[in-house]
């Protein structure tokens, strides 16, 4: 058994897609099939599609962009904690969780997994993500990157306060994880998102080592 767990989900036109993002398209420019010398494909979609980060510049004018982010925050021991009895994330929900002391990377395993495990490609509105306060309260105890297991950490009928405070103190955001298959306790964290110059966030291929 191999002691690494993929929890990114594969890009595809079944991804869902957050309402006004452009679907994913694959455009095959080359084919071998139609007697060119190779295959080369084109990609459009959103940097915010599927398993991404969101880097500060997302949310903060002048904030650091996903190429600025420090391999050191995306890599390194992270806690996965088990969250799917619950509808919506708040401060008070966090307080209850029994973290390790000086946790720095914080993963949210939600029902939202199930959408990814029973291939539900719509997109549903419904999700579970973090309130403002629980943001705060992250910003607080010191943690420098949160992930969850949908396309956002924010609740889709909330304002963009969520995101400012995680952003605003340079909290790096995971979203689109899949963590079905994935138990809580601690692991190795590695998320390497495409080294995209200038731009707010990024696709990105997020594994987890087994200690």
């Avoid at 021991?77 to 990377?105: H, N």
């Avoid at 403002?132 to 992250?138: G, L, N």
């Amino acid at each position: 058994m191999s002691n690494y767990i993929d929890i990114s989900v594969s890009v595809s036109s079944r991804l869902p897609c957050w309402p006004g993002s452009p679907p994913v398209k694959f455009k095959r420019d080359l084919d071998l099939d139609k007697g060119d010398i190779a295959n080369d494909t084109s990609l459009n979609f959103s940097v915010h599609t599927g398993t991404h980060i969101d880097a500060p510049l997302h949310f903060v004018k002048g904030g650091k962009s996903v190429d600025q982010v420090s391999l050191d925050v995306l890599i390194g021991e992270a806690s996965v904690v088990d969250l799917s009895t619950v509808d919506v994330i708040t401060s008070d929900t966090l307080k209850k969780l029994s973290l390790p002391i000086g946790i720095k990377r914080l993963l949210l395993k939600t029902k939202n997994s199930q959408l990814w495990e029973h291939q539900v490609s719509e997109f549903n509105p419904d999700f579970v993500a973090i309130t403002a306060d629980a943001a705060q309260w992250i910003v607080d105890q010191g943690i420098e990157l949160v992930g969850i297991d949908y396309l956002s950490i924010q609740r889709f009928y909330d304002g963009p306060e969520t995101h400012q405070i995680l952003l605003q103190s340079e909290v790096v955001i995971i979203e689109g994880l899949n963590l079905t298959n994935v138990f809580p306790g601690d692991y190795e964290l590695i998320c390497l998102p495409i080294k995209l110059e200038g731009i707010e966030g990024s696709p990105a291929r997020v594994i987890l080592k087994q200690n």
